[in-house]
């Protein structure tokens, strides 16, 4: 069972695989979070161009800052999140099923269907926006200790963020992989034989299923991206959480785990989340207009 801060570790040798909102009673927790960031929330509530001063000056001081992003943060380059208002999963929510491990492996109709989706993506891919160029300033300044991502666009590294401080802790969606011996390739190799006429592409080498080398619901997380994160959020003085609901989970106890471990938290999202009540400071707004302010030093 997956869950927030010291005392919900993952049981060492358990796999961890991604889940939306583990089951748990949360009430204890979520009453010692919201004791945590009660003065932050009233005063970002009363004076957001406070809180983002705030902020500016909370990153100057930093020299540790770890950033997790979501699926808000490429809103402005035309790819939809999952669960705001116009949402993927908020529009179609039979759509989530092609982000299930267990309905792709066993559904060949599931498999029909996220082809297509994939081909969908591809073709609204566009540039990254001012909300990915600000982190790659984060880390030109010389604050960013790690940013992890659970994007699978591919746009953070397109804007300059270098692999070495990059973790894509759920996959790429540029590469396949094949489920059967493990063979990986580039993408648009597949999307041209989807185009060609196959619905179902197998791999060429063994005849395994392919998929976007992604994590799915229900799929192992690789192991050594999740420790290099759970490290990175444990060493960190700022923990800066960006268009995420912070509702997937194991990624998720990153923002706790800075927390315990005596880091401010910031989040910027458009709308609530899952632990606004944790944070020093919620700013709510546009991510690429509000992200590149953070980042300016106040002198």
């Known amino acids: 069972m997956y869950g927030y801060g010291k005392g919900?570790?993952?049981?060492?040798g358990e796999?961890?695989?991604?889940?939306?909102?583990?089951?748990?009673?949360?009430?204890?927790?979520?009453?010692?979070?919201?004791?945590?960031?009660e003065v932050g929330l009233r005063g970002v509530d009363r004076d957001p161009e406070g809180a983002i001063s705030s902020v500016r000056g909370w990153i100057d001081a930093s020299d540790r800052v770890v950033v997790l992003t979501g699926a808000g943060i490429s809103t402005d380059s035309g790819i939809p999140d999952f669960r705001g208002p116009g949402g993927v999963w908020t529009r179609n929510p039979e759509a989530e099923k092609l982000s299930t491990y267990d309905h792709y492996v066993g559904d060949p109709e599931v498999r029909k269907r996220a082809w297509q989706s994939r081909l969908e993506l591809a073709n609204r891919l566009g540039e990254p926006n001012?909300?990915?160029?600000?982190?790659?300033?984060?880390?030109?300044?010389?604050?960013?200790?790690?940013?992890?991502?659970?994007?699978?666009?591919?746009?953070?590294l397109d804007a300059g963020s270098t692999p070495e401080r990059t973790v894509e802790i759920?996959?790429?969606?540029?590469?396949?992989?094949?489920?059967?011996?493990?063979?990986?390739?580039?993408?648009?190799?597949?999307?041209?034989?989807?185009?060609?006429?196959?619905a179902d592409p197998a791999c060429r080498s063994c005849g395994g299923i392919l998929k976007a080398a992604t994590i799915s619901f229900g799929q192992g997380l690789v192991v050594a991206d999740l420790e290099r994160s759970e490290v990175a959020a444990r060493q960190c003085d700022l923990m800066l959480a960006v268009g995420t609901k912070l509702a997937v989970f194991p990624i998720a106890n990153v923002v706790p785990l800075a927390k315990t471990a005596g880091a401010r938290v910031v989040i910027l999202n458009e709308q609530p989340t899952e632990m606004d009540?944790?944070?020093?400071?919620?700013?709510?707004?546009?991510i690429s207009e509000i992200l590149p302010r953070l980042v300016e030093p106040l002198n």
């Open 130 to 156: 001012a909300g990915h160029r600000a982190v790659v300033e984060l880390e030109r300044r010389g604050k960013l200790l790690l940013l992890i991502t659970q994007n699978i666009d591919g746009l953070h």
């Open 8 to 12: 919900w570790e993952l049981p060492r």
């Open 277 to 286: 009540a944790l944070a020093d400071a919620v700013i709510r707004g546009s």
């Open 15 to 37: 796999v961890a695989r991604m889940a939306i909102r583990p089951k748990m009673d949360a009430q204890p927790l979520l009453a010692e979070w919201a004791k945590w960031g």
């Open 170 to 198: 759920h996959g790429t969606f540029r590469e396949v992989t094949c489920l059967a011996c493990g063979e990986r390739g580039p993408m648009p190799d597949v999307l041209d034989r989807i185009r060609a006429g196959e």
